[in-house]
């Protein structure tokens, strides 16, 4: 039985809550700590998943994301000499000239330049195809140029992704433990399900991608039922 091929399944975890994240600042290549809350949050989730098997586990290079798989893997008691992967490729989307300024600020900024005049009405009308177009304003008015555009954020993420799940069915499958950002997640799975959060996942929540034939589908999106 041990040499039978498993399913490629994904469990994708968001980080726990931080410092930027409870004070409404914009946080993507930028990073501040886990807050108490947010290790508590982490804790819990790493309950959750103490009985799972991991063929494999990958964070982002973020100290937070690092932090947060750290927590969960601590608590694994099926994969105790598991090494933890960092890649830079799954790191949350670079909003430039933004990074920890204020959510509001690079809100109104993002809408005045798709002709509106509030954030609120922005979000108002926000769907997948309106995500898409937030990302592509952020690049488009930062004036380091550095911001990414939808499709360069998607791109990434997707390659990233691909490269991970294909290695570990190469291997014979089995579950994959991935920490990585919001943003990111809604970008990866933006195509791929009617159910993505247009603003995002909980922190510590999980989504769950299976992987089979080159292809992804959502299995559970923004999940924190694995929360003990």
């Given amino acids: 039985m041990s040499g039978e091929k498993q399913p490629t399944i994904i469990y994708l975890a968001r980080h726990g809550q931080t410092w930027f994240n409870t004070m409404g600042r914009v946080q ?35 100290g937070r994301a690092r932090e947060t798989a750290q927590i969960v893997l601590a608590a694994n008691k099926k994969g105790k000499d598991l090494r933890l992967k960092e890649r830079k490729d799954i790191r949350e989307a670079c909003f430039g000239n933004f990074e920890g300024d204020t ?8 809408a005045q330049h798709v002709g509106l005049e509030t954030p609120e009405e922005m979000m108002a009308e926000m769907n997948v195809e309106g995500f898409k177009k937030t990302m592509n304003a952020v690049s ?18 997707k390659k990233a992704f691909s490269e991970i799940a294909e290695e570990a069915d190469q291997n014979g499958g089995g579950n994959v433990f991935v920490v990585s950002h919001g943003m990111s997640i809604v970008a990866l799975t933006a195509g ?20 089979e034939a080159g292809e992804f589908s959502v299995k559970e999106m923004g999940s924190m039922d694995y929360w003990k």
């Fill in 103 to 110: 959510d509001e600020n690079m809100w109104t900024a993002m």
């Fill in 192 to 211: 791929l399900t009617q159910d993505t959060p247009i603003f995002g996942v909980e922190n510590a929540s999980i989504t769950k991608l299976y992987y």
């Fill in 140 to 157: 488009e008015i930062d004036p380091l140029g550095i911001a990414e555009d939808f499709p360069t954020l998607q791109n990434r993420l």
């Fill in 28 to 62: 993507g290549w930028s990073d501040t700590p886990l807050t108490p809350a947010g290790i508590e949050g982490v804790e819990k989730l790493g309950r959750g998943l103490a009985d799972h098997h991991f063929v494999s586990a990958y964070s982002s290079d973020s």
